[in-house]
């Protein structure tokens, strides 16, 4: 098996997707660490679709550990969560050196690795997303026996559902139009779309919406972690920083996406959005 180029040349190769426009954790940290695991799972021989195998199998470990009571293990159920997160990125980076690898040529978009490892990192996202919610909500209901709390688990679950589900759904439709359609087009490249001047309003929204997104929330877990090490035998409910995040998305996250869900259907957003992607020729 041939050697990956040095450092410089592998993360060229498994990096040169990122913009911007990826989360600042991701870039300035995950990104940092990620790149050195890659190049080892890459010299060993370890498929992409065998990292993410790993990076499930370790969302799995983190979500059953922080449903226990003992403070310690909760804490490392939340930096388990790390880890899934740090290895659900070298799972891209893998299969875009063993594209590289067949055709020679670095890739520009995320999307030019298999589209079946795509297919399959975005549903087990959905299970890992969602189950964080149901996990931290069991494990508070066995402490303080209220049943409310299985619904703000439930509520912060399905929404972490809905919010990925409503960009799908819209992605799907407009690809589907455009295959029956067969039309010929030509994608905006998006800077007119980004000089408009966005209002406090849709301001207020995309911060909220950043909130309900990973990994801002297993990073908030981590902190409720180590929060948790010193008021978990407390009987006030209002010293349990787990219930407070149980409470926040609870709450917070129906407000994301029932809002968003309306202002596709009312204003038309997929509409506008086929014709503003879209130019016939």
Known sequence: MDKPPDMNGFRKICQNVLTEKDDWYERLIV??????????????????????????????????????????????????????????????????????????????????????GVFLDYVLHYIIHSMVFISVSFGLFLQLKQIYILGLGLSAAMSMIF?????????SIIFNKLRILKLNMIFDNGDKAEARQMSFASRVFSFVHYLCTFPFVINVMLVCGVINLFTLESESMYLKPFLWFLIFYGIISPIVWIPKFLFYVLKKKIDSEFSQITHLT
């Open 31 to 116: 990104r940092k660490v990620s790149i050195y695991i890659s190049r080892v799972l890459v010299i060993i021989g370890v498929s992409a679709n065998m990292v993410t195998a790993l990076s499930f199998v370790l969302g799995v470990i983190g979500i059953i550990l922080i449903g226990f009571k003992p403070a310690w293990i909760v804490l490392a159920g939340c930096l388990v969560m790390q880890g899934w997160y740090l290895f659900d990125k070298c799972d891209g980076e893998v299969a875009r050196y063993w594209r590289y690898k067949i055709g020679n040529k670095v890739a520009d978009s995320k999307l030019e690795s298999g589209l079946s």
């Open 163 to 171: 919010i990925s589900l409503i960009i799908q759904c819209k992605d």
